[in-house]
């Protein structure tokens, strides 16, 4: 089943225009483990809100990471950085579907008036896969 809705624990809003998915998961990478990162969409253009959800475990490092981002200046903006409450979720836009000619259950390449397009890909939220950043770390136990 398709995931219509993105969570996060961290709420992100005042980002620069042109921000991206992936730009929002790089911030905070520093500061945790970045399990996905989602911007909030317009329904008709899907242009970017200049808000968004990450979602950052473990929850300590949500905390620090809204201690350390929250006021910081990114693009020329000033971010406001809080925790999300329980409900707050963005719905995930679906892809557009190829137009259907009149009368026809299904697109025809021969539809003249209604030529078949590839589906504009909806964009998806930036999923981080997981990575052990502490491989290299031995621990000497006594």
């Not at 910081?72 to 809080?82: D, H, L, P, Q």
């Amino acid at each position: 089943m398709r995931q219509t809705k993105f969570k996060g624990n961290v709420f992100v809003a005042n980002l620069p225009h042109g921000f991206t998915d992936e730009e929002l998961a790089q911030l905070f990478d520093a500061h945790g483990i970045v399990l996905g990162a989602f911007l909030a969409r317009d329904a008709t253009t899907r242009g970017t809100k200049g808000c968004g959800l990450v979602n950052i475990a473990p929850p300590r490092a949500a905390e620090a990471a809204i201690a350390a981002l929250n006021g910081s200046t990114v693009g020329g903006r000033k971010i406001e950085v809080r925790l999300a409450t329980p409900g707050m979720a963005i719905t995930i836009p679906r892809p557009a579907r190829a137009p259907v000619a009149p009368g026809r259950a299904e697109p025809r390449a021969d539809d003249a008036p209604y030529p078949l397009r590839a589906p504009r890909a909806a964009p998806r939220p930036v999923v981080v896969e997981y990575r052990n950043r502490f491989k290299s770390l031995t621990l000497d136990r006594r």
